[in-house]
């Protein structure tokens, strides 16, 4: 069983930068692939990033086109907690992201139904 906390939402201008944080707690963490997904209201929620299980590089990550080049996922296995850096932010990103988590392989983990644990989200509001 894995149990999962954002952190890290706010308000914050165009242009300006974020980074959420997923804390989860549970063994074995560190073989979960983990996700972020953004959903706005009347919006199915959408893939944001993943990262995959720790490997000699630090696991292996997947970008929305939407977000590749301003985004970067990145895990800290010791402390059990992944993050979301987000910089040159724009209205459109604001949402609620959520972080989902997932032992199971998978050479993609863009989809919802992969998860089998998501956390409450935090609001990110990017104003113009």
């Known amino acids: 069983q894995v149990q999962l906390v954002e952190s890290g939402g706010g308000l914050v201008q165009a242009g300006g930068s974020l980074r959420l944080s997923c804390a989860a707690s549970g063994r074995a963490f560190n073989t979960y692939a983990v996700g972020w997904f953004r959903q706005v209201p009347g919006k199915e929620r959408e893939f944001v990033a993943s990262i995959n299980y720790i490997t000699w590089d630090g696991g292996s990550t997947d970008y929305a086109d939407s977000v590749k080049g301003r985004f970067s996922i990145s895990r800290d296995n010791a402390k059990n907690v992944v993050y979301l850096q987000m910089n040159s932010l724009k209205p459109e990103d604001t949402a609620v992201y959520y972080c989902?988590?997932?032992?199971?392989?998978?050479?993609?983990?863009?989809?919802?139904?992969?998860?089998?644990?998501w956390g409450q989200g935090t609001q990110v509001t990017v104003s113009s």
């Open positions: 989902a988590a997932t032992p199971y392989s998978s050479h993609s983990y863009r989809r919802e139904h992969q998860y089998d644990y």
